[in-house]
């Protein structure tokens, strides 16, 4: 254990005592670390010393990081396109629950498709990501072709979207259709 952490669980130490040790805490720190690895530090709960009614005033002796298991979901907006007389021009949006890792969102993770039957032919498409929105945009490289179905999908799994945790999407594939308008 680091110097940074000797005071984890501890009272301050005075000139003539030694600092005493929380072994729950020490406990937690032990278990945590060989369940998941290294604690991340993107969320974080306050641990106080319970004994100590002082320190319940004061600021928190450490803050312990929680480990992200919350899988992302897609979530169609208003702005996804969906149904009929959708406009040829159109750019497929959707969004997510959560913030993703951009390098996850690449265009055979976000895919279009024109159907005509059975037969289903890609849509030639960037994919751009904006984490302030938690958007992602399928931006076709021309227009779409009027009266024709699409389906748009958003892929999972090993291989698929993750948050910025690396936490999968909560589903293996999310697809919507759309027809466009004549």
């Known amino acids: 254990m680091s110097d940074s952490n000797a005071l984890v669980g501890q009272e301050a130490?005075?000139?003539?005592?030694?600092?005493?040790?929380d072994p729950l805490v020490?406990?937690?720190?032990?278990?945590?670390?060989?369940?998941?690895?290294?604690?991340?530090?993107?969320?974080?709960?306050?641990?106080?010393a319970p004994d100590d009614p002082a320190a319940w005033s004061g600021p928190p002796?450490?803050?312990f990081p929680l480990p992200d298991k919350e899988k992302?979901?897609?979530?169609?907006?208003?702005n996804t396109?969906?149904?009929?007389?959708?406009d040829?021009?159109?750019?497929?949006?959707?969004?997510?629950?959560?913030?993703i890792d951009p390098d996850t969102l690449r265009p055979e993770n976000f895919t279009l498709v024109e159907k005509n039957g059975?037969?289903?032919?890609?849509?030639?498409?960037?994919?751009?990501?904006?984490?302030?929105t938690r958007t992602a945009t399928l931006d076709p490289t021309q227009n779409l072709k009027p009266?024709?179905?699409?389906?748009?999908?958003?892929?999972?799994?090993?291989?698929?979207?993750?948050?910025?945790?690396?936490?999968e999407l909560a589903e293996e594939k999310v697809s919507w259709n759309f027809t466009t308008k004549v």
């Open 88 to 99: 040829v021009a159109i750019n497929v949006t959707t969004k997510f629950s959560e913030a």
């Open 118 to 132: 059975t037969t289903t032919t890609g849509v030639e498409a960037t994919v751009s990501y904006d984490p302030r």
């Open 72 to 78: 992302p979901r897609v979530i169609v907006t208003d």
């Open 147 to 167: 009266g024709k179905q699409h389906e748009a999908t958003v892929k999972g799994g090993s291989n698929g979207v993750k948050d910025l945790a690396g936490n």
């Open 26 to 48: 020490d406990t937690y720190r032990d278990l945590a670390e060989t369940l998941e690895g290294p604690l991340p530090t993107a969320r974080k709960s306050k641990v106080l």
């Open 81 to 86: 396109p969906t149904g009929n007389q959708v």
């Open 61 to 63: 002796l450490e803050e």
């Open 13 to 21: 130490a005075t000139a003539d005592s030694a600092p005493k040790r």
